[in-house]
């Protein structure tokens, strides 16, 4: 009966103290801050337990309580009064102001600094994330929920796990720390320390990340990534990379929806699968369409087996192109003096467009040497095209003898030497000594002309085209424009534009374009440097065709004609063929290597063997013509053939020159390599 009116009188008081909330407030212990009073808004029952002198209000089911703007769900509480904690049990639930919603099957809450403990099961949202855990704590006067052992937060589609976790409910962040992992449908994010914003969806990086979305992947460890859109940017060096390229740079922006990315100092972009490194201070990349476009100082590093090719311009650009989209016409004949309709590259029309106000990427044909296959072949692969050719009826061929000036008489030798398509000469085959000199006199070589009237070695094989079958594979082509420099142990060069393709695997020189292997230079209007098995395998320079050497300042070994070809063996020339109008000047010395005379000849065609990379012998064929002129007595104002142009200063000298740290690297020059005397 006693404890029947101890609690109806409890119950009283609690009642009253609702009706009259400032009497209440009075009798609050002086200086007791009466926003930290946890109060009692309902409950079935209400135990007083008195525990090692302390007093406890136990209240059993559908207890509610409030402090502040506050309200507090449970099954079950204890409240001890005289340090204001609150410890509840089942299915607890945290209302703050209708903004923060706070579960969990135990509560412990410390009244004074608001600091709430919820374990089993807990979980704090918002409305639109959700925080879970093993064990969260939630400060109510800083707005700060916390984990660490362990969580979980889902913002939409997006699902963030980490060790620690400390939500901000005012700025809507969250600072994730150890064994962070970031889930989305579209990619996932994995690191050990990041920021992310609920309400933007921008995640910050402190420390290195990695993004996957399945197609590429991102390795950063500063910088910024919108989680909705896909927008990032990046410092302190990232990378991104696929299953054939990579690119790292100072800085990156970029952007999954388009594709697109921007790469801000010292670029360095590289595809696996070409062998192809580009470097750049500036450079936009093209992951959808696997393009890559760089203006500021690029230089584009091919890797060969053993002689990697450096090619340095004001712009480059890199692209892929479907195989079955792309078709290149067959090698251009000599035999046709006039262009056809179908002589121009079947390619998309992106790529006829000029090389901005520089060159037409893959220009008409107007030449005469290669035509000779396009009657006998459709169009197809160039690279796997050789031109056959053919020597007219009334060619010759004219070798002297040791110190002599002479004229072949054994026709069968010639022949012989014609049908071999190696070229390889036989132990008792005249050769080219020192000393000698290979021209041709109106009066004996006209009888002998018609002597080898016959005289026509074999047509180069031709491979069949099968690029025809269908072929979905990717290939890759370079587009290089203004001030374009190469760089290579074996070749260097330069010209306005350049246009290589992996389908055939031709670099294309435009525009005054001069190239120069050893110690000889090669020029014409347009330059075609085909490769095979990342090796050179044939140069052709189309119209205005001249080659130069330089025997001694202001003394220049020269041959030009209307398209010079030459065939290579490993990294050297094998034998080149002048085609049309071929013009000749050549200095002859003597054992003391002292100057005998000057050679100039005319013919209509001329061969040019080598052998270990020396020059070998000389063929003049179709009504050769020739004078010599004592080396004394040579008449200085014809010693230049028309179009001459020596260049040597354009010259890259090396592959540091074209990375613009010439100045800052020493370089060790090397003497250069003492002349061959029958040296071109």
Known sequence: ????????????????????????????????????????????????????????????????????????????????????????????????????????????????????????????????????????????????????????????????????????????????????????????????????????????????????????????????????????????????????????????????????????????????????????????????????????????ILEREKDTLYLAADTLFSGVLKRDTFVVAPVRTSTDSTLSADSTLNVPDSLRKPLNDSTEVLPADTSAFAKKLKNALAPGDSSKLIPAMVVPKDSALITLKPKAIGILSDTAKAMAILRDSTRALKPDSIVLSKDSAVIGLKSKVLALAKDSAHIQPPALALQTDTSATKDTSEIRYIRAWHHVRIYSDSLQGVADSIYYSSKDSIFRFYRNPILWANETQLSGDTIFLYTKNQKADKLLLDQNALLVKESDPELYNQIKGNQITGYFTGQAIDWMHVDGNAESIYYVRDDDSAYVSVNRTLSGIINIYFREGQLHHISFIKDPEGTMYPFTQRPLDQMQLENFHWDIKRRPKSKYELMGTVGEVKIKEEPPAPKAEDEF
């Not at 008081?13 to 009075?26: M, S, W």
């Open 1 to 300: 009966m006693q404890q029947l009116v101890k609690c109806g009188l409890i119950l009283t008081g609690l009642f009253l103290g609702r009706l009259f909330p400032a009497t209440a407030q009075e009798a609050q212990p002086a200086g007791k801050d009466s926003n930290n009073v946890i109060h009692i808004i309902q409950s079935d029952k209400l135990n007083v337990l008195t525990k090692d002198s302390v007093q406890l209000n136990r209240f059993i089911g559908n207890a509610i309580f409030r402090q502040g703007n506050t309200l507090f769900y449970c099954d079950s509480a204890l409240i001890n009064r005289a340090s204001n904690i609150l410890d509840a049990y089942g299915h607890i639930h945290i209302n703050q102001a209708d903004s923060i919603h706070i579960y969990g099957e135990y509560l412990h809450y410390e009244g004074n600094t608001r600091m709430a403990t919820l374990r089993d099961n807990a979980r704090l949202t918002d409305g639109k994330v959700t925080l879970t855990g093993p064990e969260l704590q939630y400060d109510m006067n800083a707005r700060i929920g916390t984990y660490v052992k362990g969580g979980k937060l889902v913002n939409g589609s997006s699902v963030l796990t980490s060790q620690e976790g400390y939500y901000y409910a005012d700025t809507k962040d969250v600072y994730f720390n150890y064994n962070v992992l970031l889930v989305d449908p579209e990619y996932t994010l994995s690191t050990d320390t990041l920021l992310y914003n609920t309400q933007t969806k921008i995640a910050t990086l402190v420390a290195p990340t990695t993004i996957n979305d399945g197609k590429t992947v991102m390795y950063a460890t500063s910088g910024e990534y919108n989680t909705e859109t896909g927008q990032g940017n990046f410092e302190s060096r990232p990378t991104i990379e696929d299953s054939t390229a990579t690119i790292t740079a100072d800085r990156i922006t970029m952007d999954k929806r388009t594709g697109l990315a921007y790469a801000t100092g010292n670029m360095v972009y590289r595809d696996t699968a070409q062998h192809m490194t580009l470097l750049s201070n500036y450079g936009t990349v093209n992951q959808t369409e696997k393009t890559v476009l760089a203006t500021q100082h690029p230089l584009m």
